[in-house]
């Protein structure tokens, strides 16, 4: 099947281009963002998360300040670029605004206005196997400002509750002299939060919601460069490429997961670069869907090794 791109004007999510091969079905929004709202296997649910009530949102004098009155920044749900280390009002950028698409040989290109007033232009291109269900996502960042910019690139994919986070820790043979793997926690995060299980192999996290338990933040520097998300016999493989020769924010972890009681979220981040005028950058995610049985509950770490290996 050849892989099909249509433009449509949905009642609730607003003008989106539609991307589906013979396995996938893909939703991008082009009124706002652009996010992809929707990622799953045709004719069954969407894996992504979606505000549907544009709950997730942020204001503050910052914003209205450097971006005008009135400026808001809506999550809206699914996957965005964002860049870290986070900034206000940087990071917070209202992009609301319409997105201009480019449909390539190789996939669809997603670029909205520039960000004037932080000196960025970002895109998201979205490049689709024919016949099998992975998805690259091609994230780039140019400095558009007059002076160096120091960002990294720092893809979010919110994910429906009820799932569990599958995070693999590093075991490469080293001289055992030195640390092997960074374990970063966030403000109000618990070690103890019973939803996180720490394994050798494997970092367990298994959403719940908690009423008045503050979200679990962490992040690792994940040298395997994967992180998996297994709901409802669906599994989402997120990969990318760590490099352990470059520096990486949040105490060098270049992967982070949260924990609210909504959503998951399954992040990576690109290493720190320093931007001259008129450079760009580029992060690439792969993401693969997988059914699949479920994950025991409370399995011993032979049990997660054998789940990862049988996903195909």
Known sequence: MAIQINETDDPILGKCVYIQN????IVVSISYGPRILSLGFTGEENIFWYDSGLTRKTAAAEMAEAYGPGACFYEY???????????????????????????RPEGVLFTPPPQRCNG??????????????????????????????????????MLRPGGTVVLPQ?????DGNLPDRVLTLWPGS??????LTLGNRYILIRHAALPGEHPLILGTNNTSGWLAYALEGTVLVKRY????????????CSCRVYAGDSF??????????????GQAIRHVENFTLYHS????????????????????
């Not at 998951?264 to 005028?277: A, D, N, R, T, W």
Request: proline share 12%.
């Open 241 to 252: 490429v760590h490099n352990p020769n470059i520096s990486y924010p949040n105490h060098n």
């Open 170 to 174: 590093n075991n490469e043979e080293t």
């Open 190 to 195: 618990n070690i103890c939060d019973p939803r």
């Open 264 to 277: 998951v979220q399954l992040e990576s981040i690109s290493p720190m670069y320093g931007l001259e005028p």
């Open 77 to 103: 749900g699914g996957h965005r670029l964002w860049a870290a280390p986070p900034r206000m009002p940087e990071t917070y950028y209202p992009d609301n605004a319409p997105v201009t698409y480019t449909i």
């Open 293 to 312: 049985d479920a994950l025991p509950q409370n399995p011993k770490e032979s049990a997660i090794q054998s789940f990862i290996d049988n996903l195909r």
């Open 22 to 25: 013979s396995l996938l079905r």
């Open 120 to 157: 960025l232009q970002t895109s998201l291109e979205l490049v689709l196997s024919p016949e099998a269900p992975n998805l690259m996502v091609i994230h780039s960042a140019e400095n558009l400002g007059k002076e160096k910019s120091h960002l990294a690139l720092w893809p979010i994919t």
